[in-house]
Structure formats: structure tokens, C-alpha cells
């Protein structure tokens, strides 16, 4: 069993930049694929970002250029900083941890994002 508990989130203006964390209650370092999802308001969840644990990463084509996610395996800790903030990244966003030797997935509760002015 993996706890995941995400920070960060709040309201910010359209071009600022927010930095969320994940925190896990276990070690992350092997077999855990990280990933950072969103769901705005009506709208289905969708993938934003994962980090494998060799540090590969990968991220949805809305979000290139302006988020970078990282992991900090010491801390068992995953980051999403996220820059260039619009309206259209207004969500709640959920961190994932998959367990690549059994494929046992975790999520965390989420953390509200508000890009407004």
C-alpha cells in the first residue's frame, strides 16, 4: 500500500507558477511509474505527466513547454512545477503511483488548482 498526499495547489493568476508536490508514504525509488493527472469541473480526468523511475518523462501535449515533472526518490517525493499558468489549467489534480511489478495503482486525494484573475 502506497499513501499519496499532494500539496501546493491554490489560486493564482494567468502567467504564474505553481509547484506541486506528492508525497508518498513508502519508498518510491523502484517499480513506481509517477504521474500527475487533472479534472476541471464537468470533465473527465486526463493524464498531465508521469516520471518513470528512471527519470523518463512524458507529458500531455497542452502542457509542453510550460510544466516539468520531477521526482526526488531521497524524499519520496514527486514534483509538478507548473509555469505559464491559463484558465484552461484550472483543476484538481491528482498524483498516481503504478507499481510496474504488479500493476497496483494509488491515488491521492487531490489539490485544487484556480488560474483566475
Known amino acids: 500500500q502506497v499513501q499519496l498526499v499532494e500539496s501546493g495547489g491554490g489560486l493564482v493568476q494567468p502567467g504564474g507558477s505553481l509547484r506541486l508536490s506528492c508525497a508518498a508514504s513508502?519508498?518510491?525509488?523502484?517499480?513506481?511509474?509517477m504521474s500527475w493527472h487533472r479534472q476541471a469541473p464537468g470533465q473527465q480526468r486526463e493524464f498531465v505527466a508521469h516520471?518513470?523511475?528512471?527519470?523518463?518523462?512524458s507529458y500531455v501535449d497542452s502542457v509542453k513547454g510550460r510544466f516539468t515533472i520531477s521526482r526526488d526518490n531521497a524524499k519520496n517525493t514527486v514534483y509538478l512545477q507548473m509555469n505559464s499558468l491559463k484558465a484552461e489549467d484550472t483543476a484538481v489534480y491528482y498524483c498516481?503511483?503504478?507499481?510496474?511489478?504488479?500493476?497496483?495503482?494509488?491515488w491521492g486525494k487531490g489539490t485544487l488548482v484556480t488560474v483566475s484573475s
Open positions: 498516481n503511483a503504478r507499481n510496474t511489478r504488479d500493476d497496483m495503482i494509488y
Open positions: 516520471v518513470t523511475s528512471g527519470g523518463s518523462t
Open positions: 513508502r519508498s518510491i525509488s523502484s517499480f513506481y511509474v
